[in-house]
């Protein structure tokens, strides 16, 4: 199975700042990767799909990229909303597995 | 709006069995893959199932395989997922998602049920 590693596992951020996040695959996705944010007691929401595609009414203030296995989620300049937990996701190799997860706090 | 709706969560046994449905309005459930995701309580998410959209492809992770199954009824739009022999570890919220891409289907889930909670105790 593919293994996927975010980092960090949390952060503490204030309205406003530039966050990212990073995902490393254990072996190459040829870009076939997605980022997820799920807030407390809600379903996961897809933002990006294949690495940097922005999934419909997505803010811009969202972008992903990638970098051999390493795969990135940005937020631009973070807005109350976005205190969240977020999850990438690997759909090259059966089975699809998840990152642990990004939890995203007010500092 | 496309929707997504679970039900048959409980509390089972250990070891007797779960059906849960997820109930789909809102596009045409015929032309898309369709899966379910779980996630253990205050854990991550665990991919657990997948079935094409003309329900001759399914797979299923390794956690799950032998013991669950997975089935749709394009006529009703809807999709099943048969839980037997149930664990402890099975315990979690368990999504209905939908593949965001038609047909082939890309592995991507582009919309979520609001999910129903298993709960495996003695």
């Known amino acids: 199975d593919i293994q996927m590693t975010q980092s960090p596992s949390s952060v503490s951020a204030s309205v406003g700042d530039r966050v990212t996040i990073t995902c490393r695959a254990s072996?190459?996705?040829?870009?076939?990767l997605a980022w997820y944010q799920q807030k407390p007691g809600e379903a996961p929401k897809l933002l990006i799909h294949a690495a940097s595609t922005l999934q419909s009414g997505v803010p811009s203030r969202f972008s992903g990229s990638r970098s051999g296995t390493d795969y990135t989620l940005t937020i631009s300049s973070l807005q109350p909303e976005d205190f969240a937990t977020y999850y990438c996701?690997?759909?090259?190799?059966?089975?699809?597995?998840f990152g642990q997860g990004t939890k995203v706090e007010l500092q | 709006q496309v929707q997504l709706m679970e039900s048959g969560g409980g509390v089972v046994q250990p070891g007797r069995s779960l059906r849960l449905s997820c109930a789909a309005s809102?596009?045409?459930?015929?032309?898309?893959?369709m899966h379910w995701v779980r996630q253990a309580p205050g854990k991550g998410l665990e991919w657990v199932a997948y079935i094409s959209y003309d329900g001759t492809k399914k797979d299923f992770a390794d956690s799950v395989k032998g013991r669950f199954t997975i089935s749709r009824d394009n006529s009703k739009d809807t999709v099943s997922l048969q839980m037997d022999s149930l664990r402890a570890e099975d315990a979690a919220v368990y999504y209905c998602?939908?593949?965001?891409?038609?047909?082939?289907?890309?592995?991507?889930?582009?919309?979520w049920g609001q999910g129903t909670l298993v709960t495996v105790s003695s």
């Open positions: 996701q690997q759909a090259n190799s059966f089975p699809w597995t």
């Open positions: 998602a939908r593949d965001r891409d038609y047909n082939s289907g890309s592995f991507f889930f582009d919309y």
């Open positions: 072996q190459g996705l040829g870009g076939w």
């Open positions: 809102g596009f045409t459930f015929s032309s898309y893959t």
